[in-house]
């Protein structure tokens, strides 16, 4: 069991690290679309839709990163001064009767909206613009299976005590650098 969730929370950690260079990529893009429409007059609309596909591929396949890290606002008004026992209730509680419906549900009705523009291999409206529309939608597909896989190991976490030392020190190196 622990050397599942070991792997569950490496590959998120991975996924994460590696998904977090688009912010990089995200701000270079954007610089360059500045630069060329006031300094050279010359507008990109295939750069300027690169900078929203990185946008919306940064949030959609950082969110279970996010999640493990701790990143994403909890309102916890009593639930950090519960005892670990009942925090590993709510978290389970949450875990399955609210994050495993939601992804689930997401897929559910998604499926058909991804299959139609992966079959008309769906481009851009924009003259110029991007022939990928259709890898951008299967964004909605992926993140809610990376959130299932980070809900899997999440709910293990919470009977095994939390993460194992390697994920701590990642928190750690994270947060401090």
């Known amino acids: 069991m622990t050397n599942l969730l070991?792997?569950?929370?490496?590959f998120t950690r991975r996924s994460g690290?590696?998904?977090?260079w688009l912010s990089l990529l995200m701000v270079i893009a954007s610089c360059l679309v500045v630069i060329l429409r006031y300094?050279?007059?010359?507008?990109?609309?295939?750069?300027?839709?690169s900078v929203m596909?990185?946008?919306a591929s940064?949030?959609?396949?950082?969110?279970?990163y996010t999640w493990q890290q701790g990143g994403h606002v909890r309102v916890d008004v009593f639930y950090r001064n519960w005892p670990a026992k009942r925090q590993a209730l709510v978290d389970r509680a949450g875990i399955l009767l609210l994050v495993i419906p939601t992804c689930l549900f997401m897929l559910w009705v998604s499926w058909d909206y991804v299959a139609s523009a992966w079959a008309i291999g769906e481009k851009s409206q924009e003259s110029g613009g991007l022939p990928f529309v259709y890898l951008l939608k299967t964004l909605i597909l992926v993140m809610p299976v990376l959130m299932l896989?980070?809900?899997l190991a999440e709910f293990g976490n919470t009977?095994?005590?939390?993460?194992?030392?390697?994920?701590?020190?990642s928190e750690q190196e994270a947060h401090y650098g």
Request: charged letters at 20%.
């Open 6 to 10: 070991h792997l569950l929370n490496l």
């Open 17 to 20: 690290q590696a998904v977090r």
């Open 39 to 49: 300094s050279f007059d010359m507008p990109s609309i295939a750069l300027q839709e």
């Open 53 to 55: 596909y990185l946008h």
């Open 58 to 64: 940064l949030f959609m396949l950082g969110a279970a």
């Open 149 to 151: 896989i980070q809900a």
């Open 159 to 169: 009977f095994t005590g939390g993460k194992d030392a390697e994920d701590k020190h």
